[in-house]
Antibody
Framework: EVQLVESGGDLVQPGGSLRLSCVAS????????MHWVRQAPGKGLVWVSR????????NYADSVKGRFTISRDNAKNTLYLQMNSLRADDTAVYYC????????????WGQGTLVTVSS | SYELTQPPSVSVSPGQTARITCSGD??????ACWYQQKPGQSPVMVIY??NKRPSGIPERFSGSNSGRATLTISGTQAIDEADYYC?????????FGGGTKLTVL
């Protein structure tokens, strides 16, 4: 059974940093691209970033480019999102998602972790 | 920046057919995907690559894309009440529509 478990969400002040983690199980992690998607309270889904199987290729939404860094540790089956220079509009539930059966689509999602940016 | 446009809300009676549309520039030349999200839950993919249904998704869910993507739910049930989001890729960036709240009443 595929499982994605996020952690690391917290209350952080504007300008602060946070690192999210997503531990994967139930599939061969290093064979698949992985993503982060966020959802502000009461709002829609917004894609944040993706990373290739070996970590050599990454893409970011314009809203986080230069502030967020996606990475992965295939030995630990773990996906990360380093978030710096956080702003109030980064407040959201952050989901990790995989594209296992359907390339380019998000076929499995974690339960999400809440990041709140506020003073 | 690429935009996908969905109606904010759609209402349907139980047993009837619900159709949710998604519009975007040159969307017919891209693959569209659809996600269902119920309150307090993570999204679930219900259609990918325009019209493919993942295992475990009921046959009443179908999709099409001929310039405008459409998610069709035939014989809509109360359990289908949820938010639905379309999604497509443009220039190595994934975009979601704003979401459509499906009400079954």
């Amino acid at each position: 059974e595929v499982q994605l478990v996020e952690s690391g969400g917290d209350l952080v002040q504007p300008g602060g940093s946070l690192r999210l983690s997503c531990v994967a199980s139930g599939f061969t992690f290093n064979n698949y691209w992985m993503h982060w998607v966020r959802q502000a309270p009461g709002k829609g889904l917004v894609w944040v970033s993706r990373i290739s199987t070996d970590g050599g290729r990454t893409n970011y939404a314009d809203s986080v480019k230069g502030r967020f860094t996606i990475s992965r540790d295939n030995a630990k089956n773990t996906l990360y999102l380093q978030m710096n220079s956080l702003r109030a509009d980064d407040t959201a539930v952050y989901y990790c998602a995989s594209e296992i059966a359907a390339a380019g689509n998000f076929d499995y999602w974690g339960q999400g972790t809440l990041v709140t940016v506020s003073s | 920046s690429y935009e996908l446009t969905q109606p904010p809300s759609v209402s349907v009676s139980p047993g009837q057919t619900a159709r949710i549309t998604c519009s975007g520039d040159q969307l017919g030349n891209k693959y569209a995907c659809w996600y269902q999200q119920k309150p307090g839950q993570s999204p679930v993919m219900v259609i990918y690559q325009d019209n493919k249904r993942p295992s475990g998704i009921p046959e009443r869910f179908s999709g099409s894309n001929s310039g405008r993507a459409t998610l069709t739910i035939s014989g809509t049930q109360a359990i289908d009440e949820a938010d639905y989001y379309c999604q497509a890729w443009d220039s190595s960036t994934a975009f979601f529509g704003g979401g459509t709240k499906l009400t079954v009443l």
